[in-house]
């Protein structure tokens, strides 16, 4: 009995779009694709991964376009790898040779798993690097506030509470006691 092909198709913003990766997947055999859009540095809060890997069985095979769609760290692409083996599931890829049903297929995966890796570290470097130069320069300031500090202390001032000014502000009370420490 042949098992069931799953395609999984990830983006790292919600402004990327999955259609490419769909699209490549459904061409080559998949009629069920997970896809969603959230950072492949880490496989937390990945639900559409996790719905995938708890629902393959034996038999079954996951496919991606790459294996940069699935996994950033060696970490967490060994640890989805090892699950899927223990479950006797496969990983293909479509723009890659990988196949971890076979020998050759398993030894490049974790080749590029340790490509995908020095990117995302290198990437990393160069935006800290910019990051450095511009406030260096006087041009970075960091992200605008997201809460109106001001606000805060009027409310506070005209007697509310720190848990009422959450809720009028739509804010954590954790926020409103920083701010009001900040005094």
Do not use: N, W
Request: proline fraction near 1%.
């Amino acid at each position: 009995m042949t098992g069931q092909l799953y395609g999984y198709a990830r983006v790292s913003t919600s402004d990327q779009d999955l259609a490419i990766q769909e699209a490549a997947l459904r061409a080559a055999g998949c009629t069920i694709i997970r896809a969603e859009k959230k950072s492949g540095t880490t496989t937390g809060g990945r639900d559409e991964l996790r719905t995938l890997l708890d629902f393959t069985r034996r038999g079954d095979t996951v496919l991606v376009t790459r294996i940069d769609r699935l996994a950033r760290s060696i970490a967490d692409l060994d640890a989805i790898v090892k699950e899927l083996e223990a479950r006797g599931v496969a990983l293909k890829a479509t723009e890659q040779p990988i196949d971890t049903s076979s020998a050759a297929g398993r030894a490049f995966l974790q080749m590029l798993g340790v490509f995908a890796e020095f990117e995302t570290a290198i990437r990393k470097e160069r935006q800290l690097e910019g990051i450095a130069k511009a406030k260096a320069e006087g041009v970075y300031k960091g992200r605008k506030p997201s809460i109106d500090t001001d606000q805060v202390r009027a409310l506070a001032a005209s007697g509310f509470g720190a848990s009422e000014i959450a809720r009028t502000m739509g804010i954590g009370r954790a926020s409103v006691y920083r701010v009001m420490q900040q005094r």
